[in-house]
């Protein structure tokens, strides 16, 4: 009897805690600034039939790239290109996608990760890509080096190739 009580106090407690502070608040994209659409359009090459990875989504990153306390969002697209929104404060986000490369190499991109691989201090962007073809160059991962200036340099060095996902392989020699 005194736990069903105290179950009843504790959901009541819930509900009008609920009640008064929403979990999750929508910011429209009029507000935010952020546009980007991870839009599938299905053509010969990428449908669910003949490739499952089809409607495996895109992927978002959070990090400060700039050090500012606000955490900025690079989001990876499948047929669209890939964004980065550096944040302004208050919910509101300025597109500076051109700030990380001028002609980005296009491919299906399918994860992202904010890691400082360097130990600068600033945060690196590593993006995972795959396609179903056999052009190995569309299936490179890509990573782009913090210049400290909201511009960044990309560093094939380091990066894999294959159907990865969602990867950061992280090296702690440093011969390699
Ligand atoms: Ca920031
Ligand atoms: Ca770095």
Redesign the pocket.
Known sequence: MKFNVLCVIVSLCLTVNAQQLPLLELVKSEHSGISFQNMIRENAQHNHIIWDYAYNGGGVAAGDINNDGLADLFFTGNQVGDELYLNQGDFKFKNITNNLLKNPPHSWSSGVTMA?????????IYVCRFEPTNDTTKRRNLLF??NKDLTFTRDDGGCEWGWLVRHLRLSFRADE
């Open positions: 400082d691989v360097n130990g600068d201090g600033w945060l690196d080096i913090n």
